[in-house]
């Protein structure tokens, strides 16, 4: 048996080693913690994620096309065409709007201005002139595209001439799934396949909503005028 201890001294009883008496219990309460800890790093990834598609790619893609801009008026001021095709400026999006016109549809052309469809028109010929743009994120150079009305005007200007169209219709009367082509015609009409076009017009494309969609927004416009610049080494002010 064990000693007693010494007259006047505090007993301590020799501890007992801890039993777990619901070991599922707490296996349970581990797995939960896991699970939840999982659903906490998955929320951080997906706010991230949104933080940088709305905030982060607008920031990288106004400097961009800030870039793209002064190279323009470079070469502008040297009498010579830039990567970029000219500059589009909507008096609906603001006073100050300006922004270059790139050859293409790829994200990577949509991220670094307005694109054009280079299977289209070039500006102001005969033709249908095709442009689209990001309503939010990179840029987001048609976020103001709703509110687009019919009559507005458009002025797309390159180094040699400027071009006015003015709209047939608003930001929201024609809305089209992302698979339709016929905005891409020579003439912009579902009814219109194959025919050929005998004047010049824009058509101005972006997502009808704000997020991942399959819908498209489309807008067309008329050629109604064009200016011979007499200064070709230059952007004139916005």
């Avoid at 896991?34 to 709305?54: D, H, K, Q």
């Avoid at 994200?107 to 500006?123: I, M, N, Q």
């Avoid at 047939?168 to 082509?181: E, K, L």
């Amino acid at each position: 048996s064990s000693p007693r201890p010494p007259p006047g001294s505090t007993y301590f009883p020799d501890p007992q080693p801890f039993r777990d008496e619901f070991p599922g219990r707490s296996k349970g309460r581990r797995a939960v913690t896991a699970f939840g800890m999982t659903l906490i790093l998955i929320g951080l990834a997906l706010l991230g994620y949104m933080a940088w598609e709305y905030y982060g790619t607008n920031i990288v893609s106004k400097h961009k096309q800030s870039e793209i801009k002064q190279q323009l008026f470079n070469d502008w001021g040297k009498g010579l065409d830039s990567d970029a095709i000219g500059l589009l400026r909507v008096q609906r999006f603001g006073n100050k709007y300006e922004a270059p016109i790139v050859k293409g549809f790829t994200p990577d052309a949509l991220a670094r201005g307005v694109g054009w469809d280079t299977k289209s028109a070039k500006p102001g010929q005969i033709g249908n002139f095709v442009i689209a743009g990001h309503r939010v994120t990179h840029g987001e150079l048609f976020s103001k595209f709703p509110s687009l009305q019919r009559g507005d005007l458009v002025v797309v200007e390159t180094r040699k001439d400027i071009y006015t169209y003015k709209l047939r219709n608003s930001g929201t009367s024609i809305t089209v799934d992302f698979t339709a082509s016929w905005p891409l015609q020579p003439v912009p009409d579902p009814r219109a396949k194959g025919q050929r076009q005998t004047h010049a017009v824009l058509t101005m494309l972006t997502c009808s909503e704000l997020f991942h969609t399959r819908h498209r927004s489309v807008v067309i416009g008329d050629l109604v005028a064009t200016e011979v610049k007499t200064n070709k080494t230059g952007a004139t002010s916005g």
